[in-house]
């Protein structure tokens, strides 16, 4: 599924920020419904509105700059609210990103130092609108550096944990084809043995994909 203009709903509290990343959703082609300074007024501009692809959100907002962004994330996968949300967070933490994925549906996390960069932000955007994951770049790099000596990881060729990697950004099989220099078939390819050696065989309500990039997660000593 390709959306040409994703609907956005924004929230985080820093005004600049904020005001930075509309300017950017905009030039990207993305359609802002609201910008919001808390995450308090994201259900009801949720419910204002017939239809929304994404929501972004800030992971520390008021009131106490913990994790607002993320347990309404929660909250909204417990009560079967499936819109796409890309959550942006100051930090790399692998932790956080794990307890994002884990609430399910389509989901991602970028760090803030990535929205310099508008192309990846209107891209993880896109992504988790179309009902895909982001995992930022330098996590997944984290997780692929760390040592496991008892993950199943361990059974995937290096090209494999590459693929895997740029999995975990969000990509499609074309974009690692086209990051990697291969042809798409070599890379469903690889796709297929990865997750094949992970034990995720298919099943019709479970996104394999995702589950791969969650046993990545959680195979390094989350």
């Given amino acids: 599924m390709t959306i040409e203009q994703p609907r956005v709903i924004l929230a985080d509290d820093a005004v600049l920020i904020r005001e930075g990343v509309v300017q950017l959703l905009r030039a990207g082609g993305c359609e802002v419904l609201a910008a919001l300074e808390d995450a308090d007024g994201v259900r009801p501009a949720l419910a204002s509105f017939e239809h929304v692809d994404a929501l972004v959100l800030d992971i520390r907002m008021p009131p106490t700059h913990s994790d607002e962004g993320l347990a309404l994330l929660e909250q ?5 609210v499936q819109t796409g949300v890309l959550l942006l967070s100051m930090y790399a933490s692998p932790t956080l990103a794990l307890r994002a994925l884990s609430a399910g549906g389509a989901t991602g996390y970028l760090l803030k130092d990535r929205i310099r960069d508008g192309g990846a932000l209107v891209d993880a955007v896109r992504t988790v609108s179309r009902g895909g994951t982001v995992v930022d770049p330098e996590v997944v790099a984290m997780m692929l550096r760390a040592s496991s000596a ?54 019709a309500d479970e996104h394999r994909r995702v589950q791969a990039v969650l046993e990545l997660l959680r195979a390094r000593g989350i």
């Fill in 150 to 203: 008892t993950s199943r990881l361990d059974a995937l060729s290096t090209r494999e944990r590459e693929v895997l990697g740029l999995m975990a950004e969000g990509r499609s099989n074309t974009g690692i084809a086209n990051q990697l220099h291969l042809a798409v078939k070599t890379v469903d390819s690889h796709v297929e043995h990865l997750l094949t050696k992970l034990g995720l065989e298919a099943r």
């Fill in 76 to 80: 909204l996968r417990a009560d079967g």
